[in-house]
């Protein structure tokens, strides 16, 4: 997923990323390339422009806590980019396995949120479950699997999202965050490799380094049945599932955007309503994916249709 010298990738991409003034350097017009040079962090540092190099290059593998600290304030890195750089710098990896399926628990409490869209998501941004609402917030794609798919490489995002360019690197640098934390993560992997190679917007973003952790935002939607959403969204870490977070999304009470959320609700009610056929019904957690069986892409089997009576004792203590 990426080069032996991550370590030098990284301080490289956020190098460049930040300007000379907002390091409090002058910029005089001359330079050839965007963000700082290598002896200008190495100044702000404290240290040699030798070491910082070596760093860079890959012959120095072994900078001390302090070092790091020091480089993390020049580059005015924040919590997250400095814990990402900590753990390149010191080897410090977590050592957890993120969890591949969710809980039944889990599954109750989601399908009982029925005022709001709720999902559950991996580390690599696959969709692992979802309730009524957000299959329904989501459903003008053609895919509801993968976060990260559906935004770079369904058309159709970029009419759902009014913001899709702010979405997109959102979406990158939560992926970047979930990486740092599971660095040898086989999902990550997969996803990074193919969208890296079907989609050069993702691969010039995922260039970046930029480790943001998605914890919670506004965002904009353009529905094609509700019309316009400004929901608030927030991500909770399940501590019992590492890796899996329970995203949730929610409207001002009494506003206009709360109505578009009853509406929802009353067309996801219709489309359960219309999917329960006298023999087969859709897995609830998402749309059948019979053209593509490959199971390594629904890593919590959850795309596949069911039987009813499948369906029922699965679902037996809702």
Known sequence: MESENELGDYLRARRAALSPAVAGLSDDGSRRVPG?????????????????????????RHPSEQVLRAIAGALRLDDAATAHLFRLGLSVFGTATAAPTVAPELLRLMDGMREVPAFVVGTGQD?????????????????YDNLLRMIFLDPF????????????????GNLRASSSQFPR????????GELGVRSPA?????????????????KHFRHPRVGELRLHFEALAVTSAPGQHLSVYSAEPGSADSDALILLRRLSEQATEDANGPDCVDDPDGPSDSDNPD????????????RREDVARADGDN
């Open 36 to 60: 700082l040079r290598r002896d200008e962090v190495a100044l702000l540092a404290g240290m040699s422009t030798d070491y910082y190099i070596r760093l860079e290059q890959g012959r120095e």
């Open 127 to 143: 969709v692992l479950a979802a309730n009524a609402m957000a299959r329904e917030l989501y459903r003008g794609f053609a895919r």
């Open 157 to 172: 995002a970029r009419r759902f999202y009014t913001d899709w360019d702010h979405a997109a690197r959102i979406a990158v």
């Open 185 to 192: 993560d086989e999902r990550i992997e997969r996803i990074v």
């Open 202 to 218: 993702f691969a010039n973003l995922w260039a970046r380094y930029e480790v943001r952790p998605r914890t919670r935002e506004d």
């Open 295 to 306: 199971d390594a892409d629904d890593p919590a089997g959850w795309k596949r249709p069911r």
